[in-house]
C-alpha cells in the first residue's frame, strides 16, 4: 500500500497551526489511485454479506459511493443537520469545542440491515461513533468501519472498541 | 429513463414551504437504481476526450466519484469556503440573497484539461455556472455539465448558455 499511500499529500497547519493535514485529494484525481483504492476496498468485501454502503458527509461520499457502485449495494448519505429533505433521525456527538449533529433519512435503512460505514480519514473517530450510533438507532447493524486514512496518534480506535475497523493507510508519528 | 425517474422521491415544502424537493436519495439508495444511472452516465461518455471529472460538493461529489471510477479518470472535488487544505483558487458567485463561493485546488488540474463536471440537480444555474467559471480560471477547459435531474421550470440552462449540458431525466411542470 506505499505506493498508495505516497499520493496523499501532507499539508502542514491546516486547518490550524501544527497541524499536518493528510490530503487524499491527490490520491483521488489519481486515476490509477482512485481505481486501485477502490479495488482494495471491494476487494475486501466482496464476500460480506452486507445490505448497504453509508458514506459520511462529505468525502465519505467519494469514498462510499465508488465503493457501492462496485459492490452493486445501495448508497446511504449520512449528512450534517438540514441537509436530507426527507423525515430524519439523528444524533448529537460531542466535538473538542460544543457539540454536533447528524442525521440520516428515517426510512434509508430496512430495520435489520447490515450496514458498512465509510469516511476518508480515521482521526478522533467521534463522527464515526455517531455514525454507528445513528445506523443502529434506525435498526441497523455495523458491519465494519471502513477508512482510506488512519492516524492512530489521535486515539481514533477507542471510541470504536464495538466495531470492526479496516483502514487501508496508517500515519503514525511522522 | 421513466423506471429510474420513477426511484426519485419527490418532499414537499423543502427547503422551504411551497418547494417540491426532488430527492434523488431514494435512487441513489436502491442497488439497480444507482448501477444504471451511474452506467447511463458512464455510457454516455466513455469516447468523449476527457481528463478530469469535477464534482460539486456535496451531492455531486456521489455522481462524480462514480462516474471517475468508471470512467478511470481522476476525480476532484470542488468545494464550499475553508475545506480544501491545500492552496485554492476561488469564485464568488451570486445567490437569491446574498454570495457563495466555491473553491478548487490551484493545482488539481493540469492547465488545457479536459473537463466534465458534474452535480445531481440543475435548479438555477448559480453552483454549475461558478463551477465552469472556476474550471476556466484555472486554465482548463469545460466539456459538459452533466446533472441526473433537470428543473427546467427554474431556467437554469439560460446561465449555462456557454457550456454543453446534458441532463439525465426532466421535472417540469409537475
Known amino acids: 500500500m506505499e505506493h498508495l499511500k505516497a499520493k496523499v499529500r501532507t499539508i502542514l497547519d491546516f486547518p490550524k497551526p501544527g497541524i499536518q493535514f493528510r490530503d487524499i485529494t491527490t490520491l483521488l484525481s489519481d ?7 477502490t479495488h482494495v476496498l471491494a476487494n475486501r468485501y466482496k464476500d460480506y454479506d452486507i445490505d448497504a454502503i453509508v458514506g459520511v458527509e462529505a468525502r465519505g461520499f467519494i469514498i462510499g459511493s465508488v465503493l457501492a457502485l462496485v459492490l452493486k449495494k ?3 448519505p449520512v449528512r450534517k ?18 457539540t454536533d449533529r447528524l442525521e440520516m433519512h428515517i426510512d434509508a435503512l430496512p430495520k435489520g440491515s ?9 482521526a478522533t473517530g467521534g463522527t464515526m461513533q455517531a455514525a454507528c450510533h445513528l445506523v443502529e438507532k434506525a435498526g441497523s447493524r455495523v458491519v465494519e468501519c471502513t477508512f482510506v486514512i488512519d492516524l492512530p496518534d489521535l486515539g481514533g480506535r477507542e471510541k470504536l472498541l464495538d466495531y470492526p475497523i479496516y483502514t487501508m493507510m496508517s500515519f503514525e508519528g511522522e
Do not use: A, H, S, W
Open 81 to 98: 443537520p438540514g441537509k436530507l429533505p426527507g423525515e430524519t433521525i439523528g444524533i448529537e456527538y460531542e466535538l473538542e469545542y460544543g
Open 31 to 37: 486515476p490509477e489511485g482512485f481505481q486501485e483504492m
Open 114 to 122: 447490515r450496514v458498512l460505514i465509510v469516511d476518508d480519514l480515521l
Open 74 to 76: 445501495g448508497f446511504i
